[in-house]
């Protein structure tokens, strides 16, 4: 049975939260802060934890530990795989997933609620259902500065333990601390804010605009959410490779995998460039492009999925 205006009215006035509820993609003003740190490491806890092997694959062909370039036939994700789990073991690749999960949650709480919070202070609420990709994109590069600087001493100590002479998180930590200092977690900051600030901002730019076009009710729909946030990710991640290339230099550079010298003293973002460039040349910064692509389809669609849940279940 249809309702009249004044029905529509009344259910209005008895139910506060209709109007909010159809504006599903941006939490409600109402929503306390907690379910959106909660629906953020749920979402970076998801997204990390399951590809992580990938990322450990793509972080081995970046470095010292990986040879040849991501375009050979003998450099194949499936040939890494098998070389690397007969040498060392099926749990390998695994190495170092203590780390990001330690990280990953209250980086991405924190990345998510920063997102929020700049969506609603930027957009008006009459037009956050408008397509608004400058102001999503500055939403999103603010979330990237604030969450990076918890992540970034995480992901450098993960990615030692990923190349194969480092151990658990707390040794691989006292080492980097006493043989490199405290700066060593943060010498990738500014390249990894390089990269991602970008990757963020066109992440979400991408992920709100086509959610957007393809699901115009803004209803809760797992299938537009997963997609979108695949598309986001593989064009994002084949943008910002070379960025990511010089980062995993700077982070593994004290590591006792790194046997090369002029990898060893590249502790600026143009040493590192120009270390990749010597040794490699142009090809070296598409260096780890296909595990990177590939494990950023599912990695962003995980996230995304995974963070709009949580957010449905919590406000449900």
């Known amino acids: 049975?249809?309702?009249?205006?004044?029905?529509?009215?009344?259910?209005?006035?008895?139910?506060?939260?209709?109007?909010?509820?159809?504006?599903?993609?941006?939490?409600?003003?109402?929503?306390?802060?907690?379910?959106?740190?909660?629906?953020?490491?749920?979402?970076?806890?998801?997204?990390?934890?399951?590809?992580f092997p990938i990322d450990a694959l793509k972080t081995r062909m970046q470095s010292a530990a990986g040879v040849g370039t991501s375009s050979g036939v003998?450099?194949?994700?499936?040939?890494?795989i098998t070389r690397i789990s007969t040498a060392e073991g099926s749990l390998a690749l695994w190495k170092g997933v203590q780390s990001v999960i330690l990280g990953a949650g209250p980086a991405h709480a924190v990345y998510f609620a920063t997102y929020e919070w700049a969506k609603t202070s930027l957009i008006n609420p009459e037009d956050i259902q408008t397509i608004q990709p400058l102001r999503v994109a500055a939403s999103g590069a603010l979330a990237t500065i604030a969450a990076d600087a918890l992540m970034n001493p995480f992901d450098t100590i993960k990615q030692r333990i990923q190349l194969k002479t480092d151990s658990s998180v707390w040794q691989t930590a006292s080492r980097i601390y006493k043989g490199e200092g405290l700066s060593a977690f943060y010498t990738s900051y500014p390249t990894t804010l390089a990269m991602n600030i970008p990757f963020a901002a066109f992440n979400f730019m991408i992920y709100d605009t086509t959610t957007k076009v393809l699901n115009p009710t803004n209803t809760y729909n797992p299938f537009v959410h997963c997609f979108c946030g695949?598309?986001?990710?593989?064009?994002?991640?084949?943008?910002?490779?070379?960025?990511?290339?010089?980062?995993?230099?700077?982070q593994v550079r004290g590591s006792d995998s790194v046997s090369t010298d002029i990898l060893k003293r590249a502790d600026t973002f143009n040493k590192a460039a120009r270390a990749i460039f010597q040794l490699y040349g142009w090809k070296g910064f598409l260096r780890g492009l296909n595990p990177r692509v590939i494990s950023f389809i599912p990695a962003t669609a995980i996230s995304w999925t995974s963070y709009e849940m949580a957010k449905h279940f919590l406000l449900g």
Do not use: W
Not at 230 to 250: H, N
């Open 1 to 51: 049975m249809s309702l009249t205006f004044s029905d529509a009215a009344r259910e209005q006035v008895e139910n506060p939260r209709m109007e909010e509820e159809i504006d599903y993609e941006a939490l409600p003003s109402t929503a306390p802060l907690r379910h959106q740190l909660m629906a953020g490491a749920f979402a970076g806890i998801m997204e990390h934890s399951v590809l």
């Open 74 to 80: 003998a450099n194949s994700m499936l040939a890494q």
């Open 230 to 250: 695949g598309l986001s990710g593989a064009l994002c991640a084949a943008i910002t490779t070379p960025l990511d290339c010089i980062k995993t230099v700077l």
